[in-house]
């Protein structure tokens, strides 16, 4: 029932800039944590970005200063704005969230998962 869907990915030049959105569906309660992880061919799947339901981000190393993590929670949506693109950069880019919910009479944090954007950056 619960759903994540990601939009956004597509081919970009070195140094531009793209932006993701995953929204999520569903009868939910609430959204904690929303991250965005990569994963690029023949590598491990590893977090890019995350953001707190009260707006505390935290990038990993590579990029920090060109990716922006944000939400919007009355939308129940999460943006990846990346700027700079590199080609290093190129990559699936999962969708990935802790949602509350109703579960009988208990609240149940689970985490969910989106089906992935392709994001290319090549000359």
């Known amino acids: 029932q619960v759903q994540l869907a990601e939009s956004g990915g597509g081919l970009v030049r070195p140094g531009g800039s793209l932006r993701l959105s995953c929204t999520v569906s569903?009868?939910?309660?609430?959204?904690?944590?929303m991250n965005w992880y990569r994963q690029a061919p023949g590598t491990e799947r590893y977090l890019v970005a995350t953001i707190s339901e009260s707006g505390r981000t935290v990038y990993v190393d590579s990029v920090k200063g060109r990716f922006t993590i944000s939400r919007d929670n009355a939308k129940k949506t999460a943006y990846l704005q990346m700027n700079s693109l590199k080609p290093e950069d190129t990559a699936v880019y999962y969708c990935?969230?802790?949602?509350?919910?109703?579960?009988?009479?208990?609240?149940?944090?689970?985490?969910?998962w989106g089906q992935g954007t392709q994001v290319i950056v090549s000359s």
């Open positions: 990935n969230a802790d949602i509350r919910a109703y579960s009988k009479v208990q609240v149940t944090l689970t985490n969910y």
């Open positions: 569903g009868d939910i309660i609430g959204i904690n944590n």
